[in-house]
């Protein structure tokens, strides 16, 4: 695969993944963003299965690449061209995001999982998650 070729298939992943971020009834971009932290622990954990702590290390290290004084370098020396990088490891970080929060939403949401830090008495009592709302018999 050519260099040109990689740059239009990474923008291609781009535009898919920001179509499926931006459709409608879909997660907000605050929710994904609200995820990002969930996702991570629940991967350390090893509670979800749909990536792993490689993948999403090698997101974080793409977007301190894009932000390191290292990078800065290329840019001063080449102007232009030297933003061709960066936006090809932009677009690659951005595109895994959405792909990797879509997916770990709707894991959520099949594990019953609720947004946020679990009450204590759930953690507790893991039963009360799916209990019926009802009366107390006293």
């Known amino acids: 695969m050519s260099a040109s070729s990689a740059r239009l298939a990474s923008f291609g992943a781009l535009f898919r993944a920001m179509r499926l971020a931006l459709r409608p009834g879909g997660p907000s971009l605050g929710e994904r963003f609200g995820a990002l932290p969930r996702l991570f622990g629940a991967t350390a954990r090893g ?30 020396l080449l102007g232009i061209f030297g933003l061709v990088d960066d936006a090809f490891v932009i677009s ?6 959405v792909t990797e929060t879509e997916d770990f939403i709707a894991w959520e949401h099949a594990q019953g999982a609720q947004a946020g830090p679990r009450p204590a008495h759930a953690r507790a009592y893991p039963q009360d998650a799916h209990t019926v709302p009802g009366h107390v018999i006293r």
């Not at 299965?49 to 800065?72: C, I, K």
């Not at 690659?92 to 995001?97: I, K, M, T, Y």
């Open 47 to 76: 509670e979800y299965p749909g990536t792993s702590v490689t993948r999403l290390l090698l997101a974080v290290a793409a977007v301190g690449y894009v932000l390191s004084p290292v990078d800065f370098m290329p840019e001063a």
């Open 92 to 97: 690659w970080v951005a595109a895994r995001l």
